[in-house]
């Protein structure tokens, strides 16, 4: 029986189609946030922008997935079509980001709360009235950053790399994140780093520098999941 190799050609076209797909997905965001900014600004309510600069760290995972066909050669090719390597742990994946969505929509709760809905609870737990009015810009500001840090350290230990663990040597998920969570301990730093890393490049271009968000994104992206993806591998 003969098998069916792929091509050069074929492997070519499914590492065009991940750089596509990631391009389409980073002005994707980029769409979204310019028209958030605008109806922000339109409402006066542009300090926000930045916490919704934090949320969109949270689609770090699945983007990732876009990327995971240029991790494979011509032997993993052979049993595996690059649709059905995107497509692998997208159920997983959703879970992560139905999570990752809640803690998300937490913090939007906290900020309309603060700055728009001024009767609510945590309004009166920061001294935030009509008469009174505290003055949290810089503490926002700075908060929304360390946000934005733990959200991507969060992205990175119980979303990317599970799935690249289950890629590389699955075990089923409860496994998968038990290992990923491990080999985060074991690099503290080195995640710490990549966390600060995706943070600055999807916050500081979307609020200061517009359309670089468009280049640092995909690119720091690329430069980490495949550095961990090497890491990982020496690890095993």
Known sequence: MIEDKPTGRQINFSHLLSYLLLM??????????????FYLIAYELNSMFIS?????ILFTPLISL????????????KQRSP?????????????IQCLFFLIWITDAVAVYSIYVDQDSFLAKAFNITKDNRA?????FYWGNLLLAWFFSLLSLVIGVLP??????????VVKN?????????????????????????????????????VITFPITLFIIFFHLFRRYRIGI
């Not at 389409?24 to 900014?37: D, N, Q």
């Not at 799935?163 to 089923?172: D, E, F, P, R, V």
């Not at 995640?191 to 968000?213: K, N, Q, S």
């Open 24 to 37: 389409l997905s980073t002005l994707g965001i980029y769409v979204i946030s310019e028209v958030i900014r």
């Open 177 to 213: 994140f038990v290992m990923a969570i491990s080999f985060a301990k074991k690099n503290k730093s080195l995640f710490a780093l990549y966390a600060c890393v995706i943070a600055l490049a999807t916050v500081m271009p979307l609020l200061y520098a517009h359309y670089l968000f």
């Open 163 to 172: 799935c690249l663990i289950a890629q590389l040597n699955n075990q089923g």
């Open 83 to 95: 649709f059905s390597i995107m497509l692998k742990n997208i159920g997983l994946v959703m879970v």
């Open 52 to 56: 919704f600069c934090v949320g969109f």
């Open 135 to 139: 003055d949290l810009t810089s503490h």
């Open 66 to 77: 876009l990327l995971h066909p240029l991790l494979f050669s011509k032997e993993s090719l």
